[in-house]
Nanobody, 117 residues
Framework: QVQLVESGGGLVQAGGSLELSCAAS????????MGWYRQAPGKQRELVAD???????NYADDLKDRFTISRDNAKKMVFLQIHSLIPEDTAVYYC???????????WGQGTQVTVSS
């Protein structure tokens, strides 16, 4: 069983920056993808970015200019840097891990990011 714990959320003024962290505990072996999703009030959860253990990244098209994902495989951590925050970035940000041998999908509890105008 894999558990994910996010940190780094909070209240930020528009134009500011933030870094989210996610630490995984438990066994993650083989091919896997670690990433971030977000869910704004009244909206569906959406992909922000994810990254394979081999270093391949994938971003939502409209977010790639301000969001940067990175990971530390040895520490089983994934990070999300957000720059030039706008109020529309307000959401709960969730860490996600998908493994492929065996296939599993894990979610963190989420961390709230609130951007004030």
């Amino acid at each position: 069983q894999v558990q994910l714990v996010e940190s780094g959320g909070g209240l930020v003024q528009a134009g500011g920056s933030l870094e989210l962290s996610c630490a995984a505990s438990g066994r993650i072996s083989g091919a896997n993808v670690m990433g971030w999703y977000r869910q704004a009030p009244g909206k569906q959860r959406e992909l922000v970015a994810d990254m394979t253990n081999g270093g391949r990244t994938n971003y939502a098209d409209d977010l790639k200019d301000r969001f940067t994902i990175s990971r530390d495989n040895a520490k089983k951590m994934v990070f999300l840097q957000i720059h030039s925050l706008i109020p529309e970035d307000t959401a709960v940000y969730y860490c996600n891990v998908r493994t492929y041998g065996p296939q599993s999908n894990y979610w963190g509890q989420g961390t709230q990011v609130t951007v004030s105008s």
